[in-house]
């Protein structure tokens, strides 16, 4: 099956700075690229998702690149706020299943 | 419109015993699907199914069975309890096959004595 891997598992930024978390997967044939945030206590919620035919997708201040040669996505939050703090997930579907990566909990200091 | 919801919320359960973890959504999805949620491990996937009538397994089955006898509802059985299934379970909903989006649950946190 597929194997993705998150990186950094922490990330403290100071806000206003940039964040930028990186994921790794294993099979080409993965062609779907979702980024979750995970609020304490509650279910993971959609941020930005990219499918595989696309490069680059931006959503305000948040956006997503994949490099699919390389295999391998990234999400990049810039002018962050306190309110980004959470555990992110990415995620690969891979013929109907999807796989995560083991999250990273980003810290944003007022 | 409550999109999904789980029941229960928690639950403390002896090894041994039979459970059921009810998963319903509103918005008409295909495409359901089971995880569980453990420190450091990220989700995994349990089971999925991706049409009423249809299931197939995820990355960690074992211990585990669901039905999908209609669209909305999706539950998901444990038999015969394990501290090893102690976990967040979260279920989420999507439309497979186009947009392939998942929207989650709030979860249910199950301790198993």
């Known amino acids: 099956g597929e194997n993705v891997e998150q990186h950094p598992s922490t990330l403290s930024v100071q806000e206003g700075d940039s964040a930028v978390i990186k994921c790794t997967y294993s099979?080409?044939?993965?062609?779907?690229f979702p980024w979750y945030k995970q609020e304490l206590g509650k279910g993971p919620q959609l941020i930005i998702d990219i499918r595989s035919n696309v490069g680059e997708k931006k959503d305000q201040r948040i956006a997503v690149t994949l490099n699919k040669t390389a295999k391998h996505f990234s999400l990049h939050i810039t002018e962050t706020q306190p309110e980004d703090s959470a555990v992110y997930f990415c995620a690969a579907r891979n013929f109907n299943k999807f796989y995560f990566g083991s999250g990273t909990k980003l810290n944003v200091k007022p | 419109i409550a999109g999904i919801t789980q029941a229960p919320t928690s639950q403390i359960l002896a090894a041994g015993r039979r459970m059921t973890l009810r998963c319903t959504q509103d918005m008409r999805h295909n495409a359901m699907y089971w995880y569980r949620q453990d420190l450091g491990l990220g989700l995994r996937l349990i089971h999925y199914?991706?049409?009423?009538?249809?299931?197939g397994k995820g990355e960690v089955p074992d211990g585990y069975s669901v039905s999908r006898a209609n669209t909305d509802d999706f539950p998901l059985t444990l038999a015969s309890a394990v501290p090893s299934q102690t976990s967040v379970y979260f279920c989420a909903s999507g439309v497979a096959g186009t947009s392939y989006e998942q929207y989650f649950g709030p979860g249910t946190r199950l301790t198993v004595t």
């Open positions: 099979d080409s044939a993965s062609n779907y």
């Open positions: 199914s991706n049409t009423a009538g249809t299931t």
